[in-house]
């Protein structure tokens, strides 16, 4: 199984990732690194330039899905139950942002993520997320 591939797909099949830019910068057993660059389009706040939550948002859950289906004794897809994301500061204006997600916990049929979403001065996380999302395919 060539995880790098499978999530590759699964990130493009959502429409909102391709529309967001992201890209899979790595991915490992139950870990995942999404990165989406600054856009214009996606400044939440015209006068200071900074990134919408939103985006922010969907970054995440996408990178706490793929580390959901990069965990090795995941059976199949995902998709979230809750997420709880906490912002810690704005985005600076024209960084690239990056989430690192970590499958830390499965169960039969939910799996435990922890995030943190960082931009190019990472000195401290623009936000940090933990969530539950389901093991789909569990016998």
Same mark, same amino acid.
Do not use: N, W
């Given at each position: 199984?060539?995880? *790098? *591939? %499978?999530? #590759?797909? @699964?990130i493009?099949a %959502?429409p909102?990732? *391709?529309?967001?830019g992201m #890209?899979?910068i #790595? %991915?490992t057993d139950g870990?995942?690194?999404i990165?989406? &660059?600054?856009?214009p389009r996606?400044?939440g706040? /015209?006068? =200071? ?7 922010? =948002? ?5 990178c706490?899905g793929?580390?959901?289906m990069?965990?090795p004794? =995941? /059976? ?8 709880? %994301?906490d912002?810690?500061r /704005?985005?600076?204006p024209?960084q690239?942002i ?7 916990h499965i169960?039969? =049929?939910v799996? @435990?993520?922890r &995030? ?5 001065? #990472?000195d *401290?996380p623009v ?5 539950? @999302? ?5 016998a």
């Amino acid at each position: 199984m060539d995880r *790098k *591939k %499978i999530a #590759e797909q @699964f990130i493009g099949a %959502i429409p909102h990732s *391709k529309a967001l830019g992201m #890209e899979l910068i #790595e %991915i490992t057993d139950g870990a995942a690194e999404i990165a989406m &660059a600054y856009d214009p389009r996606f400044v939440g706040d /015209p006068e =200071s330039g900074v990134i919408h939550g939103g985006a922010v =948002s969907a970054l995440m859950d996408t990178c706490c899905g793929t580390a959901v289906m990069s965990h090795p004794t =995941s /059976p199949g897809g995902t998709a979230t139950i809750d997420l709880r %994301i906490d912002y810690m500061r /704005p985005a600076t204006p024209g960084q690239k942002i990056t989430a690192r997600a970590h499958c830390y916990h499965i169960t039969r =049929s939910v799996a @435990f993520v922890r &995030a943190t979403a960082m931009d190019e001065d #990472e000195d *401290k996380p623009v936000a940090t997320a933990t969530g539950t @999302f389901t093991v789909q395919g569990a016998a």
